[in-house]
């Protein structure tokens, strides 16, 4: 079982920048797909930037385009997303959330799909000022 756990959210000023983390535990190697995803007051839940674990490729929402940039680091199985510019709009929960092999065989999920099977708990993210 693959276990995900967010920090790094906070309260920021419009301009400014964050970087959350996703450490994640268990059974990592089983990952597919991993990526950030975030839900704000009165509104779904949207994938903002995921990466396939296989090569590494990367997509984004066109809403954080050019502004956020997901990475990771596999000797702290630890995956990040910077954030810059941000926007009053970008307040939300932000998640980490995982596609396993296994799910990916049997759903064959597009690329950050919120229908992901492995969640963390999810890390607040406000940018007023």
């Known amino acids: 079982q693959l276990q995900l756990v967010e920090s790094g959210g906070g309260l920021v000023q419009p301009g400014g920048s964050l970087r959350l983390s996703c450490k994640a535990s268990?059974?990592?190697?089983?990952?597919?797909?991993i990526g950030w995803f975030r839900q704000a007051p009165g509104k779904e839940r949207e994938g903002i930037s995921c990466?396939?674990?296989?090569?590494?490729?990367?997509w984004y929402a066109d809403s954080v385009k050019g502004r956020f940039t997901i990475s990771r680091d596999d000797a702290k199985n630890t995956v990040y997303l910077q954030m810059s510019s941000l926007k009053p709009e970008d307040t939300a929960i932000y998640y980490c959330?995982?596609?396993?092999?296994?799910?990916?065989?049997?759903?064959?999920?597009?690329?950050?799909?919120?229908?992901?099977?492995?969640w963390g708990q999810g890390t607040q993210v406000t940018v007023s000022g």
């Open positions: 268990g059974y990592t190697l089983d990952y597919y797909a």
């Open positions: 990466m396939l674990s296989a090569d590494s490729s990367t």
């Open positions: 959330a995982a596609d396993s092999y296994a799910s990916q065989l049997q759903y064959k999920y597009d690329i950050c799909s919120p229908a992901y099977p492995h």
